[in-house]
């Protein structure tokens, strides 16, 4: 069945670079996103990739594919204390349905 | 302010006690989805509703009972819930996938806590 992973936690200082990543298993997958979890909150859409391209950068945020391997990752470059939140991975095809990884806790020590 | 507001916040209840949790979107998407999220694992689609029709149930407790009676509105209903049902549920919206550009970007509300006892 369709599957994503991702490690439980993350910790880095402030001002250093961050790089998240996640498995996953569905080949048709036709958009990746990443999405942030701030505490108390909802989850918000960071960034996406469409499958055919294999890199998108937004300022600090660089989202890498390698569509072969099934492996998204997301890097946040000059991590500050705000970054501090839960990046849950997930990977959509041509339904509605998003399958969702774990969510990466990263905790950015000041 | 995300546009899909849930209510309450946060729920204790008891395992014998019937409640409900409501979810409104004034985005005026089509789609709406109802997600648990507990520690640890990955997060969890329950159900999705896509012009007010079900159209997925993921094996889902029949203790946990869905509503929508309006693109506008979701809910669910809880009854005899057992402790390890205590999560954090989340309710979201969308427009629906019709096909490129559409990215099927999902909206979320901040959640229900809830705690059975």
């Known amino acids: 069945g369709e599957d994503v992973e991702q490690s439980l936690f993350l910790s880095v200082r402030e001002g250093d670079s961050s790089v998240i990543n996640c498995t996953y298993t569905?080949?048709?997958?036709?958009?990746l996103y990443w999405y942030k979890q701030e505490p108390g909150a909802g989850l918000q859409l960071l960034t996406y990739?469409?499958?055919?391209?294999d890199m998108k950068q937004d300022q600090r945020l660089t989202v890498l594919l390698n569509k072969k391997d099934k492996h998204l990752s997301l890097r946040i470059a000059d991590t500050q204390t705000g970054d501090s939140a839960i990046y849950f991975c997930?990977?959509?095809?041509?339904?509605?349905?998003?399958?969702f990884g774990t969510g990466t806790l990263l905790a950015v020590q000041p | 302010e995300t546009g899909v507001t849930q209510t309450p916040r946060h729920l204790v209840m008891g395992m014998t006690n019937k409640k409900s949790l409501k979810c409104e979107q004034h985005?005026?998407?089509?789609?709406m989805y109802w997600y648990k999220q507990s520690a640890k694992k990955p997060l969890e689609l329950m159900f999705v509703?896509?012009?007010?029709?079900?159209?997925e149930n993921n094996s889902v407790p029949s203790r946990f009972s869905p509503e929508c009676p309006n693109s506008s509105h979701l809910f669910l209903h809880l009854h005899t819930l057992q402790p390890e049902d205590s999560a954090l549920y989340l309710c979201?919206?969308?427009?629906?996938?019709?096909?490129?550009?559409?990215?099927?970007?999902?909206?979320f509300g901040e959640g229900s806590r809830l705690t059975v006892l």
């Open positions: 569905d080949s048709s997958s036709t958009y």
């Open positions: 990739i469409f499958s055919n391209m």
């Open positions: 979201a919206s969308s427009h629906l996938r019709t096909g490129a550009p559409n990215t099927g970007e999902l909206f």
């Open positions: 509703y896509s012009l007010e029709e079900r159209v």
């Open positions: 997930a990977e959509g095809g041509a339904t509605n349905k998003l399958i």
């Open positions: 985005l005026g998407h089509n789609a």
